[in-house]
């Protein structure tokens, strides 16, 4: 029996901003959403070793790099289109003056967005949820769990837990 994928997310504040890769590959289910930077394990990968590998492939950014790398919480992603994903959500900080490499990334475009602007990106509807657990009014709030089904592209149901 397949139980899904298993992949990781790290959300990178700079100040007040955030990284995102609006993706561009076609064929992506993300195609145009704007995500964390993050990808699937190899094999033998721990859920850090994952986020930190995609983090150097994506954004030339090492582990050296940044500062406050916290395991915030996992979510199970379930799709009448995709397969069930399973998320591994981290956060970390670089600092103010930490400028990205000029070199592109083939997974899509590297921005930084405003903390305050970030509800108002194409992104999948749970998103907004789990930004509030990350950046928002839960920010303190501990490790979480969430579960989000989709319908298409729209959120039919969740349930979220804070773990403090």
Known sequence: MRIGNLTTLIYITRGSDCLFIRKTRKGDMNLDKYLGIGGHFESDE???????????????????????????????????????????????????????????????????????????LPVWEGDKIMFDYLFGDMKDSGMFTMKFCYEGSRLASHVEKSWN
């Open 46 to 120: 721990s859920p850090e070793e994952c986020v930190l590998r995609e983090l150097f492939e994506e954004a030339q950014i090492s582990s050296g790099s940044i500062e406050n790398f916290s395991y915030r919480g996992l979510i199970t992603f379930i799709s009448s289109e995709y397969p069930t994903e399973y998320m591994h959500v981290f956060t970390a900080e670089l600092p103010e003056d930490f400028r990205l490499p000029e070199r592109a990334c083939d997974e899509g475009e590297l921005c930084w967005v405003p903390l305050t602007d970030i509800k108002d």
